[in-house]
């Protein structure tokens, strides 16, 4: 517990609840809610006649480590972007609207008031730079645990529909949006024994990718309006997260290795840093939270997507995923229970 | 962790993610929604044009025990209750009625998989009995963690409107619906090192009253229609809880010692049983989850609304909380960071 303290900063539990919520409420007052916090429950308008909802819970040294193999201290900051970038990247894959979130905080008693008011700060830059423009954290709770734990239930709306994971035909082309390996290459980095000191400046970019994930959320509504028939965030990986897709639509997925290649080159300085083929973090590197989507072929995919791949017809029981029509296995990589996934 | 584990059955970590989804779906497969669990967000119809949402988290040893000093076993179908109890509480407090839900679960490896089972009846159990009858389960997340920690969020919609806490006016009447002090009585028991083989029915009552407590769910809206000018839950007890209604609402409230020791009968038996002053669990026991509200003189109050005292105007600077006009301080009983609060 030595990492999370700092002597010069009251603790949570010396400054106690109202302490705690007086430090961070004003940090998250970004936005108009029709209420707020500080009643029973937050509301929210809902002009569409419906809403979507998704929940993702951060745990200490399960999702983030507060202190990495590499040295590296990771920030209240990147965790409270985190928690915002994951969920907001839910309601995008519907091609959905971030509208409201509410957030409940477990903490260890010895941990720094610093350290609750650092992750504040990093919730409200999220919102601000992923441009979830119409969201307002509506409420929250709080409360002690022995470990660090976050759940962010964000709201949302899909002003053009829900795209669902079901809707992928055969003859669709597959296009991905957002960054493919990056948080993979990023994870790869914290998690060596290699000395943070020594990192250059691309590497490091391929860490904030792991601590900061960017996802496209303007190209989820925009794929949505562009008529996209199927659609998931990358959160587990290209290739387990397109077995998924498959199998919802129940169709086989093909990808071309050459556009898969073109997502190395973002990879390489980790690659010859670490001596790991970049390729593996494309296929199988999650938590960059980019888009896999499929469109028909006569639509016009949003140019921010780029096309790896096409829908085929699946003549098996399983659906299969494929590259270069080789039937590849996407269930390697990780143990779900391991990682979370929506349920 | 020896009590978290059986031997007949497969851990969690045994049986994975997809085996734990298969056995507790369709425990909870309960109401139809627009869009259930398995795709990226669930999806929810929104008559009004805006929803409420509120999360609460209960955390192992923090709000709930596996193994009490009684000697009594706490079974995870109460958690799944009182996951729920607890948050239907919040949009009932509003005068809202629950529309659906989002369960995260975080748990140990180690946890039979019988555990998640019996804490997914409970959910169920409490949707149903409770009366949450438009309320659908529409997704969730799913992880590790070294102490299991559930934190659920509930969406809700205001058909009379919102009743806040900021409402309550010199003149009203104080009324409450629902128990008070029973879950208090039933913790103190639970607590005690008196053993539970030798506990009668009424005290069993009253430690049912705090595992598996029942908010009363048609009074909010009935409440909200009556036209309650403030209202909230009692999580945290009657006096803590009216000091924060009276606070929000800048009014005194002084409430009349007759009618609160009415509610004492019920809290007889463990009384005897430890010892113990029942009055103080009507004044200070919470998570009974009853209403507090307040009323024009002149309104019809619902029938189960019991009415207990007077709003009186505030002419200091802070808000006071009497009982027969004598001041009481309703900060002492509990520290807020040690129990939880919506935030």
Redesign the interface.
Known sequence: MTNRQTNEFPS??EL???G??DA??PLLATRQA??G???????????G?????????L?E???FRLSWPSGFKHRAYDVGWKSIAQNVS??N??G?VPT?A???L?LP?DLSVEWVKDFAAGVAAAVESLGASEMAI??????????I?I?T?V??E?RYG?V???GARTGDLIAVAGRLGSAGAGLAVLESSKQWQSWNRSVRRLVDAQCRPEPPLASGPRAAEAGATS???ISDGLLRDAERLAK?SKVNFNFNSRDLEAFKARLEPASLWLKQDSLSWVLEGGEDFGLLATFPAAAEIPEEFAVIGEVQHQPGRRSLTKIDGEVVNGSHGF?????????
């Open positions: 949570v539990s106690g609840e109202q705690i919520l961070m409420l029709t209420l916090p500080g009643d029973d429950a937050g509301a929210l308008k809902v002009e006649g419906e809403v979507i909802v998704s929940v993702d819970t745990v040294n399960q999702d839910d309601i894959a519907m959905g409201g509410v957030v409940s477990s008693g509506v409420g929250g709770d709080l409360g002690r645990s022995t470990e734990s759940t239930t709201l949302g899909c829900k669902l994971r079901s659609m998931m965030d919802s143990d779900h229970f391991k990682t979370r996934r929506t349920i």
